[in-house]
Each structure stands twice: as C-alpha cells, then as structure tokens.
C-alpha cells in the first residue's frame, strides 16, 4: 500500500490550496483515511480530518474547522484537503495515513503513512 501526496507548495497568505493523497495498493471497502500537519519544529502531528467508509456508510470529521475541508474521489482512492484562507500558522508538513479498519470520526491507529508534503504560507 502507498500513500503519495501532492499539491504543496509555497502560498501567499489568503490564498488557497489543495492537496492531494493517491493511495495505490489497497483492495479493501473499508478504510479511514485521515491528514495531518506538522508544524515546523514541533514532533507530533496534529490530525485535521477525517474521512472512513465502515458498513457502506461513509463518516467525514474536520477536526479544524471552517477553513480545512476534506473530500474523496473514493473510485480512485484519492482524498483531497482543501486550505482556504491560508495562515502563515498553517506552514507544515502535511501527511495523510490510512488505517485498514473502518471507523466513525477519526479513530486511532493508522497503518500506512505518507512521506508529507510541505506546505509553507508567506505573508
């Protein structure tokens, strides 16, 4: 299983952006795939949403609201982020994960990780 994101980049403040997560390899209904950011210097990741398909039912949970919405093309088990109105503060690593088991939320205990993509945000 791979998790390749894409997207990133360096972004005047305000503006937006949208990142991608391409998961290759895996063959199950159901899954949670969730991203991530790692602030500069900080050793844990921080979990923005989420979204997992568990019994043919599909959960979404935003951990940051308002500005970050998560979405999914899930025929092609690519899942987006979306940043509007980027803040100098939202400059970080941004990674998304899968976890093999379904879920509702964003539940623990994720497999399989990205490498992350850097975003930084200038004002």
């Known amino acids: 299983v791979q998790l390749v994101e894409s997207g990133g980049g360096l972004v005047q403040a305000g503006g937006s952006l949208r990142l991608s997560c391409s998961v290759s390899g895996y063959d199950s209904d159901e899954y949670v795939v969730a991203w991530w950011r790692q602030a500069p210097g900080q050793k844990n990741h921080d979990q923005v949403s989420?979204?997992?398909?568990?019994?043919?039912?599909?959960y979404y949970q935003d951990l940051l609201k308002g500005r970050f919405t998560m979405s999914a093309d899930s025929s092609s088990l690519t899942f987006y982020l979306q940043i509007t109105d980027l803040k100098p503060e939202d400059t970080g690593t941004y990674v998304c994960t899968l976890r093999r088991e379904g879920g509702i939320g964003c539940p623990p205990g994720y497999q399989y990780w990205g490498r992350g993509i850097q975003v930084t945000v200038f004002s």
């Open positions: 989420c979204i997992g398909i568990w019994y043919g039912k599909t």
